[in-house]
């Protein structure tokens, strides 16, 4: 486990310059504005950053070859159900600019679960109802963020 935090923290330090880098294009859409709609983005990106250096140098330091915790099994069952839920995370992407991110996550939600070991019905319907009601209360309702409609609907 040391070798792969250590690569780990240098892929996601990568990812935070990129995102950073990215953030710093973002421009308000009025000029009075102090904070600007980068400012959130670049602190995320610098969080990022920090815990990322953070693992490597802890991974560097550490005098253990192994992890003391119990290791995941690498079966092939494992590495099948990670490569689908990145299918299904790539097919949420391309349904939400098709329907929207509301139905989107109606299709996520519940297979993301599935996948992940929940095999009850009550569970899976009201953590997707519940996704759908937050995002909709905190995004567009409180912060009033425009969410994709999808081209369905525009």
């Known amino acids: 486990m040391k070798k792969s935090n250590i690569i780990m923290g240098f892929i996601f330090m990568m990812i935070a310059v990129f995102a ?9 859409m009025v000029r ?18 920090a815990f990322s250096f953070i693992l490597i140098i802890q991974n560097l330091l550490s005098k253990e070859t192994k992890d003391s915790e119990a290791e995941v099994e690498k079966t092939p069952q494992n590495f099948k159900r990670v490569v689908f839920l990145c299918l299904v995370i790539g ?14 996550i109606v299709f996520l939600a519940p297979i993301s679960m599935y996948l992940l070991g929940e095999r009850k019905t009550i569970p899976i319907v009201s953590i997707t109802i519940g996704m759908i009601l937050f995002i ?17 609907f525009m």
Do not use: E, M, R
């Not at 097919?91 to 989107?104: E, K, Q, R, W």
């Open 91 to 104: 097919i949420f992407l391309i349904l939400t600019n098709f329907l929207g991110i509301y139905i989107a």
């Open 20 to 28: 950073y880098v990215t953030a710093a294009s973002f421009k308000g």
């Open 136 to 152: 909709y209360l905190i995004f567009q309702v409180g912060l009033k963020v425009p969410l994709p409609k999808g081209l369905l």
């Open 32 to 49: 009075s504005d102090n904070i600007g709609p980068s400012v959130w983005p670049k602190f995320l990106c610098i969080l990022l950053g």
